[in-house]
């Protein structure tokens, strides 16, 4: 099945969940996260990240489509080299169909292989001029994107982007800034609850990730409001399956 | 790196502390003063450093109003404030950007110092004329913010840590590593985010290790605080 036979359904379901999750307070961390497993059903991809510019020069994983440990390592691996890097600096989307072959960024290439993933594509998360992350995707087969998923892909990056700025209307690069310095705390403050639910939990990362997401889905909170919570211990948090006295 | 190099210059043979950084801080961002705010708990926020009288009747305006871009930098994320003036900030700071501009300030640069959910405290910039920061200032502010929110958390361990010359390991932007370690510290020892990851970074400097290698063996389950003893080996 091609992308113009299966896509339009779906991804107009998706673009409505998107334009009903950008209301006024919504959890920008948790919109981000679920772009990114979106983006994986979408273009039958097997990862997708979000990276944002810490504005030193950076990227940081900011949302992922799964919270796998190793996954997480290979998004962070972009702070200095990678597609991520290329198309963040160069604003142009970057493809690599088959890496190994590629023979570029030998310390990504292996890491990615050690993750069981052949081909990889960076799409720029824009914002007129500026480039201010990118679209990470990951697939275990090699091969390209057609033309259809790429444009679906850069669609799904710049709702990314939409979403992440629409907090306020950014009419100054200021306001980008703060946007963005506030996202990637949100991103540390959700590893520090991980941190905290997998210990208190006994279980791992990853885990505790969807714990935390599972708690603030079913109590209506933001993901960051939650984990704040749980880090200052204002909020025990002990799901019903795991209950247990500490 | 240059900018350390220009820190380690000011600190001139000592040990480097805040008031070097934020020097470093006010010639690269091209402003006139800064300050730097702890608000710990809840008590009010405490001005530790302020470069000079201007800085310093900020801050004081900051803490009687209880308003400004300090206050909401504290608790949304970093305020780039251009123009005091602006109509923008006199409906959001109707007392204090009057009160700031007659002091003689018109953009003040707010940055959080904060990891996740710690929050240590605010870092304030302060310029007599309006105007932003362009994209290096802003990126120099930012790594420079980060060491002083580095240095406030080894202050804990002042005597341990840091001889000269080092530049302190950053404390916000790091490996997601470091903050899940963070998060099963405060469960093992009991203890508050902030001395979490203190505890983390003194470790790792105690054994000569990076941050992010024994934050690892915390995640991995390799390494255990116990609140009895030293951290221990599994």
Same mark, same amino acid.
């Given at each position: 099945?091609n992308?113009?036979?299966?896509?339009?359904? *779906?991804?107009?379901?998706?673009?409505?969940?998107?334009?009903?999750?950008?209301?006024?307070?919504?959890?920008?961390?948790?919109?981000?996260?679920?772009?990114?497993? =979106?983006?994986?059903?979408?273009?039958?991809?097997?990862?997708?990240?979000?990276?944002?510019?810490?504005?030193? $020069?950076?990227?940081?994983?900011?949302a992922?489509?799964?919270?796998?440990?190793?996954?997480?390592?290979?998004? *962070?691996? *972009?702070?200095?080299?990678?597609?991520c890097?290329?198309?963040?600096?160069?604003?142009?989307?970057?493809?690599?169909?088959?890496?190994?072959?590629? +023979?570029?960024?030998?310390?990504?290439?292996?890491?990615?292989?050690?993750?069981?993933?052949?081909?990889?594509?960076?799409?720029?998360?824009?914002? =007129?001029?500026?480039?201010? $992350?990118?679209?990470?995707?990951?697939?275990?087969?090699? +091969?390209?994107l057609?033309a259809?998923?790429? =444009?679906?892909?850069?669609?799904?990056?710049d709702?990314?982007?939409? +979403?992440?700025?629409?907090q306020r209307?950014?009419?100054?690069?200021?306001?980008?800034?703060?946007?963005?310095?506030t996202a990637?705390?949100?991103?540390?403050?959700i590893e520090?609850?991980? $941190?905290?639910?997998?210990?208190?939990?006994?279980?791992?990362?990853?885990?505790?990730?969807?714990?935390?997401r599972? +708690?603030?889905?079913?109590?209506?909170?933001?993901?960051?409001?939650?984990?704040?919570?749980?880090?200052? $211990?204002?909020?025990?948090?002990?799901?019903p399956?795991?209950?247990?006295?500490? | #790196?240059?900018?350390? %190099?220009?820190v380690?210059?000011?600190?001139?043979?000592?040990?480097?502390?805040?008031?070097?950084?934020?020097?470093? #801080?006010?010639?690269?961002?091209?402003?006139?003063?800064?300050?730097?705010?702890? !608000?710990?708990?809840?008590?009010? &926020?405490?001005?530790?450093?302020?470069?000079?009288? !201007?800085?310093?009747?900020?801050?004081?305006?900051?803490?009687? @109003?209880?308003?400004?871009?300090?206050?909401?930098?504290?608790?949304?994320?970093?305020?780039?404030?251009?123009?005091? #003036?602006d109509?923008?900030?006199?409906?959001?700071?109707?007392?204090?950007?009057?009160?700031?501009?007659?002091?003689?300030?018109?953009?003040?640069?707010?940055?959080?110092? &904060?990891?996740?959910?710690?929050r240590?405290?605010?870092?304030?910039?302060?310029?007599?004329?309006? %105007?932003?920061?362009?994209?290096?200032?802003?990126?120099?502010?930012?790594?420079?913010?980060?060491?002083?929110?580095?240095?406030?958390?080894?202050?804990a361990?002042?005597?341990?840590?840091?001889?000269? %010359?080092?530049?302190?390991?950053?404390?916000?932007?790091?490996?997601?590593?470091?903050?899940?370690?963070?998060? #099963?510290?405060?469960?093992? @020892?009991? !203890?508050?985010?902030?001395?979490?990851?203190?505890?983390?970074?003194?470790?790792?400097?105690?054994?000569d &290790?990076?941050?992010?290698?024994?934050?690892?063996?915390?995640?991995?389950?390799?390494?255990?605080?116990?609140?009895?003893?030293?951290?221990?080996?599994?």
């Open positions: 099945m992308v113009s036979e299966m896509a339009p359904v *779906q991804l107009a379901d998706v673009f409505v969940e998107m334009a009903d999750t950008l209301v006024d307070d919504f959890d920008v961390i948790d919109f981000l996260h679920v772009l990114a497993e =979106r983006c994986v059903q979408l273009l039958g991809v097997s990862a997708a990240g979000l990276l944002l510019t810490d504005q030193q $020069g950076a990227l940081q994983v900011v992922a489509s799964s919270e796998r440990t190793r996954l997480l390592e290979l998004f *962070q691996l *972009q702070t200095d080299q990678g597609p890097v290329d198309c963040f600096r160069t604003g142009q989307p970057v493809s690599v169909t088959d890496l190994p072959s590629a +023979g570029r960024w030998p310390r990504f290439t292996a890491a990615a292989a050690d993750v069981g993933f052949a081909a990889v594509h960076a799409l720029p998360m824009r914002l =007129r001029k500026e480039v201010i $992350g990118a679209l990470n995707l990951f697939d275990t087969n090699p +091969g390209a057609d259809d998923k790429i =444009r679906i892909g850069q669609a799904v990056a709702v990314a982007t939409i +979403g992440l700025l629409q209307a950014i009419h100054r690069r200021d306001l980008v800034t703060e946007q963005l310095q990637l705390n949100s991103r540390v403050l520090q609850a991980k $941190g905290v639910l997998a210990e208190r939990l006994h279980v791992d990362v990853a885990e505790a990730f969807t714990i935390l599972g +708690g603030a889905r079913s109590h209506n909170r933001r993901l960051s409001d939650l984990a704040q919570a749980i880090v200052d $211990g204002t909020e025990q948090f002990l799901p399956t795991a209950s247990r006295p500490r | #790196m240059q900018l350390w %190099g220009r380690v210059a000011h600190a001139d043979g000592g040990q480097v502390a805040i008031e070097h950084v934020v020097e470093v #801080m006010i010639s690269a961002a091209g402003v006139d003063a800064a300050a730097v705010a702890v !608000v710990l708990d809840a008590s009010p &926020r405490e001005t530790i450093y302020a470069s000079d009288q !201007v800085a310093s009747h900020v801050e004081e305006l900051t803490l009687t @109003l209880g308003e400004g871009p300090s206050v909401d930098a504290f608790a949304d994320g970093p305020e780039l404030v251009a123009d005091l #003036m109509a923008d900030c006199l409906t959001r700071w109707p007392v204090f950007a009057p009160a700031a501009t007659r002091a003689g300030v018109r953009a003040v640069f707010a940055l959080p110092l &904060r990891i996740g959910a710690i240590l405290g605010v870092l304030d910039l302060y310029r007599d004329q309006p %105007g932003g920061l362009d994209q290096e200032q802003l990126s120099d502010v930012l790594v420079l913010a980060d060491t002083v929110g580095a240095l406030l958390l080894d202050e361990e002042r005597d341990r840590l840091r001889p000269d %010359g080092l530049w302190p390991e950053h404390a916000g932007a790091q490996h997601p590593v470091v903050h899940q370690a963070t998060g #099963m510290v405060i469960v093992q @020892l009991g !203890v508050t985010a902030a001395v979490a990851l203190i505890r983390l970074r003194a470790h790792a400097y105690v054994h &290790r990076r941050l992010r290698d024994v934050a690892a063996d915390v995640v991995a389950r390799r390494l255990r605080f116990d609140p009895e003893d030293s951290p221990r080996l599994l």
